[in-house]
Structure formats: C-alpha cells, structure tokens
C-alpha cells in the first residue's frame, strides 16, 4: 500500500504494509510543503512505473521510481483554484 500523507512540515510519500500498518519506507517532501494525492504512472513505453505526487497550495509536483521511491523529477503546475488536491492516471490513454 502506498500513500501521500498531508501535514504541512511532516508530509511523506510512504510504503505501508497493509496488513500490519508498519511504514515500509518513507520519503519526506520537506519542511514547507503540505502533500497530496498520489497515482501510479506507466510511461509510452511500459517499462517505467514512477509515483506521481502534488502539493495542496504550493503547485509543486514530484515524481519517483516506484521501486525505489527515490525522487527523479521535481515540477510546477497550474490549476484554476490553485490548489492540487489528487491525480489520477488513465493507461489506456497515457495521460
């Protein structure tokens, strides 16, 4: 089980063992951020699955390898409240 928690100072992506609640692995976004949602992505090619991870109200986006959890992009977005709550991903479609 994965998750995006959402405290500002203490947000994390994490790996969860669904069974036991233990935390697997954690990655903290940092001190000023407040996370949201995240969604699994599989690029055109199916041989890279990444973890796509926004912010509440910092337009703040990052992106990890999801068998390392380890960050390999960080990007800006737009949205018309300025906030980013979830995303999600269609993979019939890539987008």
Do not use: C
Request: hydrophobic share 25%; charged share 25%; no cysteine.
């Amino acid at each position: 089980l994965w998750e995006g928690t959402g405290l500002e100072g203490s947000s994390q992506l994490r790996h969860v063992d669904p069974k036991t609640g233990d935390v697997l692995k954690m990655v903290p976004l940092g001190s000023k951020f407040f996370g949201e949602g995240i969604s699994f992505y599989t690029n055109n090619n199916n041989d890279q699955t990444s973890i796509i991870q926004l912010s509440w109200k910092d337009k703040t986006g990052w992106i990890y390898d999801a068998e390392t959890m380890e960050l390999t992009k960080t990007f800006q977005y737009e949205t018309s409240t300025g906030e980013g709550w979830g995303i999600t991903y269609n993979p019939k479609r890539h987008e």
